[in-house]
Structure formats: C-alpha cells, structure tokens
C-alpha cells in the first residue's frame, strides 16, 4: 500500500481543505514538537476530558512511582498520585493506564498488579492493589460493562484478560505467540515458531499482546508489537468473545487462529500503544522505526511522520520521536510517550534530546497539526 500525498493530507484540518475539500495540491506534512520533558523514563499515556494528560514514570528499585499530570494548554508536570513498588529489591516498570467508569486511574505494575487511585494534585494518594494474576500485564481498556482488559505485553506468551469490577481476573484467549513450546516431540524440538530480530541488539522481539483498544462496534484490537499486526475480535454484549481458536493444536486452547489478524503491515514493525478516534480509524506508535502510522476501518495504512535521517549519521535516532510507546487522541490533538529504547531506529538511544548524560529521561510530544477526526470518548460506552 502506498501513503499518498493527499491520504496524508486527509488526516489533517487545515483552514484550506475546510474551505476546498477538493484540493490536494498543498497537503500537510506532519511535524511533532516536544510538549514536555519528564525526570523519568515514562511509557503509558493517557488523557481525561479536561485537556490533561497522565504518565507513570519508571523509579528505581524499592522506590514509588509518580504519575504525572500535565495540561497540553499549560504543560508541567504535577503529582497527582503514587504507585508503590512491588518489593525493596524490585524496579518500577509501569506499560499503562486509564481511567475507569468510576472516575479512578487505573496503572499497570507488570510483574504481577494492577492499581488505582482517585488522582489529587494537592494530597497525592497512595494507589492500592484492584486486581493481580496478570503477569506482565501492560495496554489498559475499559469495555461498556466495567470490565477491564489487559494483555501481558511483556512476556511474549500472548494472553489477554478480562477483569471484573470486583477485580477478578480471567484469561480470555491469547494471541498467537511467536514460539510455542512443544514436550516430547519424536524431533526433539523444544519451540516451533519464528522469530523476528529485533536489531541491534539482534534478540528476538516476542511481543504479541501488547497495547489494546475498543472501537465502538464492541470489537477489541490488538497491537502485535513482533509481527507488525493489529488483531481484532468482536467482544458480545456480556463481555464474552466471538473467538475462532483450536487451528493448532500444539497451542493451549484459547489461542486465537490467524483468521482474527485484521490487519498486517511493514509500516506497524513495532506496533506498541495504540488509540482508536470517533470513526474507527486505529493510530499506531510503531516504536521499531520511530514512526506513528494511521490504519483507516477500512484497512489503508498511511505513514504519518517518521523521524528524519540526520545528515551527518544516516540515523533516525536524533528525534523528535524516541521510541513512541504509547499515542493519544485527546479531541483534536495527537500526543505520544516516549521510552527511549535502545534498539533498531532509536539506536543508539543516547542521541537526541533524551536519555543521554544528564538530560531527561522521557519525554511526551504532540503533532503541531489537529488531527480530522477526534479520538473517543473512553471508557467506551
């Protein structure tokens, strides 16, 4: 598939296409500004209806984590609440967050954990514990119920759960992992699959199951970081899935089949956090190529902005993306988190404005362009 100049040009207001729809002759080519910087390394983002916008920073072993507020109108970064570590010799690693039906902010803690807290710039609490039995448990979504889904985006076994209310776990089916551990078998092959280098550093990337979202047609998606895919199933009205599984045998029982990959493409190698607008068009941080990608419902890619090659190295790693994890559509704005890894188009991550001997360690920008189409209202209703 092919990003033209006027699909790109699509996805942008601008005074002149609302006054000439018809003409493509100047489309807008897309650009990101820095909005703020964080003391951190920060991954998750999310927004309320306020024009404010939410990240967790990553603390060091046995330390609380800050979640940070920060106004896109007014941008610094306010403590509106903690997250406490899972133990004194375990580091803080928080993948994801968002706010639930009853007005809490919900923060992944990916070793095991879940928590909430009601966020307060002038007495930031203390989040408690809403759900465990969630290994690596890292995109957030709130369905129509009040249940909560998650993935294990960490671990590259592919589960995905629905938790309750009352926050009680239940896997519900699981992507197709990259390699599936085969016992006994007469070849003596301990792992069949394939594996997708992530380079540097030339290790695998085994990611399946990592940021998810609702459209507002009950269908969940899913960001397949390995193989560059968005997978889709319909959820029913009593949160149980439409689910096509047992195509493998050698896979457990409620792995998905290949049928549920709605979408695949070179342009999502990466494909971390992603966020659905009003008309089901998906927004994708391809974090691999440093890179935001824009799939319309009807299955287009179109590569919205990629960080430009310095003219000097050759590199894409100079910013303004550095490693984008996790997007937001607040209305009209796009706004990203960046982690800053060490690998592929961010390598080496010390470049850039970054990461780098005392500088800052994470960093949150926003497209200097209003988007066409705004994101959802969440949690979907």
């Not at 991954?43 to 603390?59: S, W």
């Not at 209310?165 to 078998?185: D, H, K, L, S, Y």
């Not at 540097?200 to 085994?206: K, L, Y």
């Not at 045998?249 to 990466?270: I, K, N, R």
Request: proline share 8%; with cysteine.
């Amino acid at each position: 598939m092919h990003a033209s100049r006027w699909a790109i040009s699509l996805l942008f207001v601008s005074a002149t296409a609302a006054a000439d729809p018809g003409n493509a002759a100047q489309p807008h080519a897309a650009s990101f500004s820095t909005l703020i910087t964080t003391p951190l390394g920060i991954e998750g983002l999310t927004n309320d209806d306020h024009g404010n916008l939410y990240t967790p920073g990553r603390a060091a072993a046995g330390q609380p984590r800050p979640v940070y507020r920060v106004s896109i109108a007014n941008p610094t970064l306010t403590v509106v609440g903690d997250v406490p570590a899972p133990s004194a010799t375990t580091a803080c690693s928080p993948s994801g967050l968002a706010f639930g039906p009853d007005g809490q902010l919900y923060v992944t803690q990916s070793n095991n954990s879940i928590y909430r807290f009601v966020p307060s710039d002038s007495a930031p609490p203390m989040a408690t514990v809403f759900a465990t039995g969630v290994p690596g448990n890292n995109g957030l979504a709130f369905d129509w119920n009040g249940n909560l889904w998650t993935g294990d985006g960490t671990t590259g076994l592919g589960r995905v759960w629905r938790i309750s209310p009352a926050g009680v776990a239940t896997e519900v089916f699981r992507i197709q992992p990259m390699a599936n551990v085969v016992t006994g078998a007469p070849s003596g092959v301990a792992s069949v699959g394939r594996s997708a280098l992530t380079i540097p550093t030339g290790t695998a990337q085994s990611l399946v199951a990592n940021g998810l979202a609702f459209d507002h047609s009950h269908n969940l998606y899913i960001a397949d970081t390995a193989r560059g895919a968005l997978w889709r199933v319909h959820i029913r009205r009593d949160g149980t899935p439409d689910a096509d599984t047992g195509c493998d045998e050698t896979f457990t029982a409620d792995t998905l089949c290949l049928t549920h990959v709605w979408f695949q493409h070179p342009y999502l190698e990466g494909s971390d956090g992603i966020a659905i607008d009003q008309a089901g068009n998906i927004w994708s941080d391809a974090n691999e190529r440093n890179a935001v990608v824009f799939v319309s419902r009807s299955g287009e890619a179109v590569e919205v902005f990629r960080n430009p090659v310095d003219a000097v190295t050759k590199l894409r790693n100079a910013g303004p993306l550095e490693t984008p994890t996790s997007p937001v559509l607040a209305g009209r704005t796009f706004c990203t988190a960046s982690s800053d890894g060490n690998r592929r188009d961010n390598s080496p991550s010390t470049d850039g404005e970054i990461g780098g001997p005392g500088q800052p360690k994470g960093k949150i920008s926003c497209l200097d362009q209003r988007v066409a189409v705004p994101g959802m209202s969440l949690p979907v209703r």
